[in-house]
């Protein structure tokens, strides 16, 4: 009887982590790990033909709202996001936490997709730093091909 190869899975140490079905259905399954510095992700379909799902990370970048997590603001965001997040910047340095608890739009595809919970660090000179929920639109026409890739990733094609 042949054996795996070991080089073929990587093992994660995870300091938590949770598996939940995604959007609509319970044929797709998305697990997400928390690592010291980074998200590691992972999509699973009940009709994969392979046992190993691909991962993908994320980086933390925590340190990016290191000056403001103090604030009343982001603390009660953090709190509500039970510190599963991300902190990215726009081109002009604007600091963004995402909530990776539900991750992208559209995750399992492989066009980014925006977070579908991201919230915008309003920092002013000498005033207490606030949040500003982004609103994603959710236009008909923008979302049909996200659930056409969801459709075939449920159906186990990668």
Do not use: C
């Amino acid at each position: 009887m042949a054996r795996p190869r070991r080089d073929r899975y990587r093992l994660i140490t995870a300091e938590r982590s949770f598996v939940k079905p995604t959007l609509l259905n319970t044929l797709l399954w998305r697990g997400l790990a928390e690592t010291d510095t980074a998200y590691v992700r992972g999509f699973y379909s009940l009709l994969d033909a392979r046992p190993d799902a691909p991962l993908t990370m994320t980086p933390k970048h925590h340190a990016r709202i290191a000056d403001v997590q103090e604030a009343e603001a982001i603390r009660r965001l953090l709190r509500n996001m039970q510190h599963y997040y991300t902190v990215t910047l726009d081109a002009d340095s604007t600091r963004y936490i995402a909530d990776m608890r539900f991750g992208r739009a559209s995750e399992w595809a492989e066009t980014p997709s925006p977070y579908v919970f991201k919230f915008k660090v309003v920092a002013p000179e000498g005033e207490a730093p606030t949040i500003q929920q982004v609103q994603r639109s959710f236009s008909e026409a923008a979302d049909r091909p996200d659930f056409r890739e969801m459709w075939e990733r449920m159906r186990g094609r990668p």
